[in-house]
């Protein structure tokens, strides 16, 4: 006989809840703040890093759906954070890149992120911060 699913004890399952509430704490900061959604803010936080991406290139870094790519994109065009250009060098796709405006938001909230990062972690060790960042990419690493 197989052992019962519990999930309090499924690792999958206490990964997913522990991101979703770190995701939220963070969020709650420039959501009411800035109004933007999660998806809205980890493109902005990746074309402030990165500079321009395709669609395609924010999902893969994202791991979202072309579906949450596409409309966060919109939103975040429509309030003049990002701008959309032809890719010169695929002429069936677009380059997303941050507006100056956008630029000037992502400055205000990634201070903010790493504050509440910095909360969030304050009770673990540098060594515990380590190797939780170990850990992580490992699973990572395993999961794709």
């Known amino acids: 006989m197989t052992r019962p699913l519990v999930l309090d004890a499924f690792l999958p399952y206490r990964l997913s809840v522990a991101a979703n509430a770190v995701s939220t704490r963070i969020s709650n900061a420039y959501r009411k703040q800035f109004g933007l959604k999660v998806a809205e803010w980890r493109l902005i936080a990746i074309l402030a890093e990165t500079g321009n991406q395709t ?8 791991r979202m759906d072309k579906i949450s790519v596409s409309r966060a994109a919109a939103a975040l065009i429509a309030r003049g954070f990002l701008i959309a250009e032809n890719n010169p060098q695929d002429g069936r796709s677009h380059l997303l890149s941050l507006t100056e405006t956008g630029v000037i938001l992502y400055d205000e ?11 969030l972690f304050s009770e673990l060790t540098r060594k515990e911060r380590g190797t939780l960042d170990k850990l992580l990419r490992k699973v990572e690493t395993a999961a794709y």
């Open 109 to 119: 909230i990634a201070p903010l992120a790493l504050a509440t990062e910095a909360q």
């Open 55 to 62: 669609p395609l290139m924010l999902g893969e870094r994202t």
